[in-house]
């Protein structure tokens, strides 16, 4: 085939540099823990260390939105003292932090199903976002209680109410309309995605966000993940030429 009849490379980046947006799936502190005879828990606590470190390092990068994800909805399949570790470590990080979070200009989203959280809990989480709704330095985004897939059924359930309230036409849910009902409606996409620990797989995160998100999936579990770890994702995304089905610029035009 010529080049003449290769599609235009619109959307077609040559060099990715700094991601705009980085979610992290931040898995490993079970085995942390586990390796140093301490229980799971204990690799929590620790896991809320690299959280601050990572918040701190994406600032500096000039990564524009950090996406962590926090607990699963899977993740209520847990034992039950497990699950109220994970539940008391997100109040505890926003009572210990949302002070130096809020000075920082750090803007918080959280983001996930809210119907099954402790009133208290909502209650802060409302305020985390109510105090630095006027920030506008790093978007942190919390995936607290989330789920791709029931992120996606809420979002189809609203375009289905709006349809049946008559303030959306069904030819008129597009991809672009439907993304407006996604918890995520304000953030673009995420670029680089980072599973630490080693495992391969997404675990229900961000599915329709991530269409055409860069992955990297370091060994480091996550209380170990630091500074430098961080970088060397960033540098490997750098790397990547992401083509969104197009072809790259320099085949397309030689
Ligand atoms: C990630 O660490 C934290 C959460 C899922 C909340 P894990 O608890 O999954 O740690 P591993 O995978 O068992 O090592
Ligand atoms: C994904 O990790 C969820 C979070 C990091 C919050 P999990 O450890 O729960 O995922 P699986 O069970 O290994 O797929
Ligand atoms: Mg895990």
Known sequence: MSNAALPEPDGVEPAAGVPRHV?????????WAGKRGLPRTLGHRKGVETVRRVV????????????????SRENWNRPRSEVSELMALLRHFIRSDLDDLVKNN???????????????LLQMIEDAEGRTAGNDGLELVLAFNYG?????????????????????????????????FLDTARFPDPDLVIRTSGELRISNFLLWQSAYAEYCFPATLWPDFDASHFDEALADYATRQRRFGAV??????P
């Open 148 to 180: 791709g897939r029931d992120e996606l059924v809420r979002a189809a359930r609203r375009a289905a109410e709006a349809v049946a309230a008559g303030t959306l036409a069904p030819q008129d849910l597009t991809e672009e309309t439907f993304t407006r």
């Open 248 to 253: 790259p610029v320099s085949i397309a035009k």
């Open 106 to 120: 750090v803007k918080i989203t959280v983001i996930g199903g809210r119907a099954d959280l402790a009133d208290d």
């Open 23 to 31: 979610a992290i799936i931040m898995d490993g502190n079970g085995r």
């Open 56 to 71: 701190r390092h994406a600032g500096e990068r000039g990564i524009a939105v950090l996406t962590l994800f926090a607990f």
